[in-house]
């Protein structure tokens, strides 16, 4: 089971990861794409990816934007799941 964060975990990682941003027990960044494609592109590689570490964002797509929102439900927190899914979204954009 993935384990709660501290303050300061969060920290460093929105330190490291500066698109993301914490609100309350998630975190969120929207993805701007040059496209409708290339927006779904990217939602269709986070899915995968979703799929494979068995957590899943709320993922919201308005033409070429996509924001993912991430958080652990089972226990209303952020979780090492959460850090690591973002961090691996991030390198499909290079960042």
Known sequence: MPTDLTSGHVAVFLSDHPEWRRDGESIS???????FNGAMGF?????????????H???DIRWNKVTLR?????????TSKDLDLAAQFDTFVGG
């Open 43 to 55: 939602v269709t590689r986070a899915g995968l990816a979703s799929e494979v570490a068995d957590h």
């Open 70 to 78: 991430l958080t652990t439900h089972d226990q209303a927190a952020l």
């Open 57 to 59: 964002p709320d993922i």
């Open 29 to 35: 960044r929207t993805f701007v794409f040059a496209d």
